[in-house]
């Protein structure tokens, strides 16, 4: 069954921006070759496969024939709008990696989005591009985040979701993840009212309420563990407060 067709595809070698089988074998062309790729599901579509068409862990030949080969363009070279386009395409290859669970490939993509957004530029740019700009900028720290969390990369998913806070102090998806992000690493104290004030924005997201509960719990629990601890450690207080009475007095 033929799934997909596609006479002019352009991509950067090496970004990861088609299947990983493609751009392994590609490099190995010549110019005007045409290769059959027989390649393995873990190079194509995985375990997950891409609805309707390709079942979870089907392996794919591919028919490939190399057209042209040309430089990366030049970043500060690139208007607003071709800017903002490069980097959203590299932004959407993280998503659909993130959805196949592969996410160190869609950290990779992100990181690759968020370089092009902050490149130094020899073109002015409206101050619609640069919005838009930003905007993919917290879109792609976002998603950075998540897939950082879902790696247990807790110190690199904070400082991603405090570059977004920086930006936009009430972004609702930054705030949920660093107070998750506090949360894993123990530190309820300050997770809860963050997630407080992320609650406070959008009162009726149950996701935020739940992990909310889930954590005053948690703090309540490390609290009493803690009183515990600290009473063992100092005895009983309520015994030793009042100094014992001598019974006899002695004489000098």
């Known amino acids: 069954s ?3 067709e596609n ?17 392994l074998c590609v490099q190995l062309l010549e110019m005007g070759e045409t ?8 190079y194509c579509y995985g375990a997950q496969g891409r609805s309707p068409d ?19 363009p030049d970043l500060e070279l690139l208007s607003g709008k071709e800017k903002i386009e490069l980097a959203n395409r590299k932004r959407e290859r993280g998503n659909f990696f993130y959805q ?10 992100y990181d690759i989005a968020l370089k092009i957004i902050s490149s130094s530029s020899k073109v002015d740019f409206s101050p619609e591009e640069e919005a838009e700009l930003l905007d993919v900028k917290v879109k792609c720290l976002n998603n950075l985040a998540a897939s950082q969390l879902k790696l247990d990369h807790y110190e690199a998913a904070l400082k991603s979701c ?8 009430g972004n609702i998806k930054a705030l949920f993840r660093k107070g998750k992000v506090l949360a894993q690493q123990g ?9 407080k004030a992320a609650l406070k924005l959008e009162p009726s997201n149950k996701t935020i309420h739940a992990e909310l509960s889930k954590l005053v719990k948690k703090h309540a629990d490390q609290k009493n563990v803690e009183t515990e601890m600290y009473r063992k450690m100092l005895g009983n ?16």
């Open 2 to 4: 033929v799934v997909e």
């Open 7 to 23: 006479p002019a595809l352009t991509f950067t070698l090496g970004d990861c921006d088609v299947l990983q089988a493609l751009d």
């Open 35 to 42: 290769a059959l790729i027989v390649s393995d599901a873990k």
């Open 54 to 72: 390709i079942p979870p862990n089907a392996a794919l030949t591919l028919e490939v024939e190399l057209l042209a080969a040309r430089d990366a």
């Open 100 to 109: 196949q669970a592969d996410y160190v490939l869609a950290i990779n993509s």
């Open 162 to 169: 405090n570059l977004v806070l920086e930006h936009q102090p």
């Open 187 to 195: 530190e309820y104290r300050e997770a809860i009212p963050i997630l």
């Open 237 to 252: 207080p309520s015994a030793a407060s009042t100094p014992a009475k001598c019974k006899d007095k002695l004489s000098w």
